[in-house]
């Protein structure tokens, strides 16, 4: 596959693999073509948050969880 880059892009490229970042460009490419793919995974995992509806704030969960935990102790200590 060929393709043209930005020359900015280019630069950037040829830049990590004279630092040795990278040992050619096919592992750059490979490496900026997982790092998309998990930003989207990301950007779907943040929508389903956001679609799941409204959250609950940490100090109500604590809350919540400590209040069970004082139960089961009573339960099991009777």
């Given amino acids: 596959m060929?393709?043209?880059v930005s020359?900015?892009?280019e630069q950037f490229i040829q830049h990590e693999?004279?630092?040795?970042t990278y040992q050619n460009r096919t592992e750059f490419l490979d490496e900026a073509v997982r790092l998309l793919k998990r930003r989207r995974e990301l950007?779907?995992?943040?929508?389903?948050?956001?679609?799941s509806g409204p959250s609950v704030?940490?100090?109500e969960v604590f809350r919540r969880l400590e209040k069970k935990a004082q139960d089961l102790a009573q339960q099991s200590s009777q």
């Fill in 43 to 51: 950007e779907r995992d943040i929508q389903a948050g956001i679609d």
């Fill in 17 to 20: 693999l004279e630092v040795g």
């Fill in 57 to 59: 704030p940490g100090s």
């Fill in 7 to 9: 020359p900015e892009n």
């Fill in 2 to 4: 060929a393709g043209e």
